[in-house]
């Protein structure tokens, strides 16, 4: 467990894949608070290949996880950097209080620092107004509404925070990347 930063007295932390209560705290809180039912293969795809882009905020008294973003960064159609946000929960009683925020702007600091993301990408459920209004904070963009994307038959918004000039561009007019 790496603590990356102190926010209004809660210490975020980069997730550790050798911590087993940590995979199990977080697979708890995604399948409790997320309409979409994922595999445990989902988790250890995203925490296995990029524990760097995974974050969990924990309560400083009982170190119990109480929110956590899990992301990670590949090539599109190899001319792009693309940062993927998968998940983000927070735990009921600790929402408004801009925990989820300070989770997205650090992902978005860190893909655009370590690893010069073009762009960064993720899909949310056309109803949940509260994470529209929160990634459109941040610029991100509706570019695409996926119907009946999720299990649960509801339609998602697939949404982009362009970053550099690449994402602006048609992928058609991009080289490859090297």
């Not at 974050?55 to 400083?60: E, G, L, Q, R």
């Not at 950097?81 to 992902?107: D, F, H, P």
């Not at 119907?147 to 048609?170: F, G, V």
């Amino acid at each position: 467990m790496s603590l990356i930063t102190e926010i209004n007295g809660l210490p975020y932390y980069q997730f550790d894949p050798n911590n087993q209560d940590e995979f199990k705290q977080i697979s708890k809180l995604i399948s409790l608070h997320l309409s979409e039912p994922y595999s445990i293969y989902v988790y250890w795809y995203f925490l296995n290949n990029w524990p760097q882009y995974c974050y969990t905020v924990k309560d400083p008294d009982t170190l119990k996880i109480i929110g956590v973003i899990i992301s990670k960064i590949e090539p599109h159609r190899n001319v792009r950097m693309r940062g993927y946000i998968g998940m983000l929960v927070i735990e009921q009683q600790y929402r408004k209080k801009g925990i989820a925020s300070n989770l997205v702007k650090l992902t978005i600091e860190n893909m655009k620092s370590k690893d010069d993301v073009d762009e960064i990408m993720l899909e949310t459920e056309v109803i949940n107004q509260g994470a529209l209004n929160l990634y459109e904070s941040f610029g991100f963009m509706r570019t695409k509404r996926l119907y009946r994307y999720y299990l649960n038959t509801h339609d998602a918004y697939r949404l982009i925070l362009p970053i550099t000039d690449k994402a602006r561009t048609r992928i058609a007019f991009l080289p490859q990347l090297a």
